[in-house]
Structure formats: C-alpha cells, structure tokens
C-alpha cells in the first residue's frame, strides 16, 4: 500500500499549526495537520458542559488595535492569512487593573492612560518608567538570533522602585512566561507590546469564533486537518525525519515536519532519551475555576475586564509548594469586555498558579476532595478585589494541570511549555522544526506569528531560495 506523502506535515491543530498550514497552502504547498483531539485550538479550546459554554485558554485576546492599524502583529496576522477583522469579531476590553496591597494601576487599549497612571503612581520613578518605555519600544523582539538577557536585570537597571518592577511583571507572567522567577527581556517585551501598549480584546463567542474561521480558511485553502489523529513516532534516519508514524500505525511522508506539541515533547516522538530532556520541561501550570453566574458582576459593581492580583509584600512566579498558590493571579469577569449586546451566560473566571506533581499524585477520590477544598481558598482570596459573588454561582467547572496536560500533550501541565525558547525554530534534525509555545511568540496572536513565521522561514524562504 503506498504512503501518503505531503510537503510538510504539521502537528497539532493549534493556534500556530493552523496557521502555519494556511499560510503553506496559499503557496500551493500540500499540507496536513495532524491533531490528537476531536477539538482543535490546542490551549486554547472551548467545550460543553451540562448545557453550558466553556472557553479554556482565552481570557483576552492580546495585541488588540482598531483595524487597519498599520505594522501591529494583529494587522500581519490577517494580511499574511488573508482574514478580516471580521472574521475574529474583537470587542475590546472596558479597563483591567494590575492589583497590589495599597496600589493599583489601571490600562485599557490606550497606552498613554497607562503611562499616565503609572506616573501617578510612582511619582519618583516616572523619568525612568518613560525611559524604560522608550528602551522598549525600539528593541527588536522578533530578532530570532539575540542572546537570551534577564527581564529583571534589564527593567532593574532603569527603574529602582521594587514594586513598581513587580506589578509591571505580574501580567505579563501570568499571560505568558514559562520560566520562573525571571523573564527573558525578549519576551517581558513581546507581552509588554502586547498587552499593555496594545491592549486586549474578545470576541463575543470566545475562542470558539477564532477557532473556526482559522479551521475554514485552512479548508478553504486546501490543506488537511485530521482530528483524532495522534503521532506516535517521527521516524529518523541520519539527520532527517524520513516518515511519521500514527497512533493508528499508519505512515505518512513529508518533506518537512513543523511540530507545535512542544520541543521536548517533539524529540522524545524521535526517541530521544527522557533522561537528556528531563532538565529541559516546563513547570509552570495553573488551575482555573470558571462560574457561571445568575448575573453579571457590572451588576454587582464590579467593571473591571480583568484583575491581575497579589496579595503579598512581594510577587512570587514559581511552582507552588501546596497544590495551588492563590496569593496572586487572575480574575477575569468576559462580561466587561463591551460586546454589543450580553453574552448567553455570565461568568467568573479565577486562574492561579498550581503543582502539576502534587495534582497528578492524588488518586481520583483525593483528587476530588482537593478541588473541593480549594474552591472556596481560591475564592476567599480573591474577595479582597472583588465584590462577593458566591450566591450568584449557579454552576462551576475546576480544572488542573492534570486536565491540561491530558487535552494538550504538555508535559507537567506546562502551559507556556520550556524556559529555554528556540526562537530559529531549528532542531538537532535538518527537516524538523518548532513552532508554537516553545519557538517563543505567546497568546493567540503570539502563535499565529510563531506559525506563520516559521512557514515562512524554513518552507517558503528555502523553497524560493532552491
């Protein structure tokens, strides 16, 4: 029986895979995207339950601007993939607030109210935060050949004010850093642009309205996704993945395999042995509470879109000891997003920092009994940012990392995958290549660039330079 052959093969049907294979189809590449699941949108996905929506992942979407703003990641996304703003369907954010004991900062999709509230904030650091700003705004984040540099050491050498570094980093973290304690200062720009000098956005169906148009435009293009279609082996022979093997046992060929499943991920499906790789896994995962309320929480007086919080003297971005660190992350109400009319459901989302290893070691019974003893931790704390809204709750889903490694593949739960990008995209094998959280270009907008850059990179640019 002969095998299918492709030009490229792509793995998973993520945010960055589905892009990628676009952008090859319109270059009149053959292409097929392999997908474990029955959904796709990888860490960011939507399901039913009991009758109720669910998004995963998409709190907001990030690099927000009116359409038509020229050279912003959003406006390539849609030339590069021939979509309309129309196709997303974005409302922006009402305001989001960064929230420490006895400060507040305050940005919606203007810059300069955020500038200015900073300078509000911290009078004495306000020459060095426009400074810092400036530092930012010319470096080259998508420069794939510049040495990693600490986030810290770099904003630390502007502005002298511990918390003001803090709460800068805070969202920026949690939305987007899979390395503890620090950040490299490529990426603390990246998500700076994103979400703070651009801004934040929704569409009024959730991640489900992106999802969809990226699914039709590939359709549409004449590439292929098969759901429900796992790898099992990228088989190599010297230097090159000669064929891929699928859970089915049956082989395909490509010329070149883009992976999105994450580095190690991708090099343990070449045999790679576990033990070299093991230093290289992410650690970074979270558990998230989603609560569908009799009302929206405007109606409780509450308009924030979304609260990055700690409740510490100091900000703590690592794995926690105990299953769950509540002590700082996100409460996102998707109802002050300014959609043109309500959403079916009102709902709460609370998102905070987790242990994979102490949630995967519970037998089901105690996994049980942990969410059941977290909830109501998790909500208490957040009550300090927050009107209460617990005899609003008519329903709530409790995920783990051990839920996301299940539906994503990323090992420990590892939501921002590795510490250590590759930001080339190149692996040790010639025809293999990263793209998606562990090339390094995070969030929807993130990934969509991650794949339509490497596309770019490693099968169009060597196609037209042969």
Known sequence: MAQTHYDVIIIGAGMSGMAAGIRLAYFDKSVCVLERHYAAGGLNSFYALDGHQFDVGLHAMTNYVRPGTRGAPLTKIFRQLRLTPEDF???????????????????????RCFVQDVVDNFPAQADHFVRLVKHIQEYDELD??????????????FLSDPLLTDMIFCPLMIYGNAQERDMEFGQFVVMFKSIFCEGLGRPREGVRRIITALRRKLREVGGTVRMKCGVQALNAEGTRITSVTLDTGEILTANTILSSAGYVETMR???????TLAPMEGRLSFVEIISILDQPMKHLGHDA??????????????TPK???DA?????????????????????????????????NALDEPAYLRA??????????????????????????????????????????????????????GKTPIE????????????????????????????????????
């Not at 794939?144 to 050498?157: D, F, I, T």
């Not at 617990?390 to 539906?407: A, E, G, L, N, S």
Request: aromatic share 12%; charged share 20%.
């Open 89 to 111: 369907g974005l409302a922006p954010q009402h305001h989001s607030e960064v929230r420490f004991p006895g400060k507040t900062l305050r940005f919606n999709n203007d810059f």
């Open 327 to 359: 002590r700082s992350g996100v409460i996102c109400c998707p109802d002050n997003f300014l959609f043109d009319k309500p959403l079916p459901e009102s709902m709460i989302r609370l998102t905070c920092l987790a242990n994979f290893d102490g949630w």
């Open 269 to 275: 499906l070449c045999g790679t042995d576990h033990a």
């Open 431 to 466: 025809n293999l290549f990263i793209c998606g959280t562990d090339q390094g270009f995070l969030g929807i907008v993130g990934a969509m660039l991650s794949g339509i850059s490497m596309a770019n990179l490693h099968v169009l640019k060597r196609a037209h330079a042969r």
């Open 144 to 157: 794939l050949e510049a040495p990693p540099r600490s986030g810290r050491a770099v904003v630390s050498s």
């Open 371 to 424: 969410k059941t003893e977290w909830l109501p931790k998790i909500q208490q704390e957040v009550l300090h940012f927050i009107p209460d809204f617990r005899h609003h709750v008519v329903y709530t889903d409790f995920f783990t990392p051990r839920t996301i490694q299940k539906w994503t593949g990323h090992l420990n739960g590892a939501v921002y995958g590795a510490p250590e990008k590759l930001k080339t």
């Open 305 to 318: 879109t979304i609260i990055f919080y700690n409740t510490g003297k100091e900000f703590h971005y690592e």
């Open 322 to 324: 105990n299953l769950v």
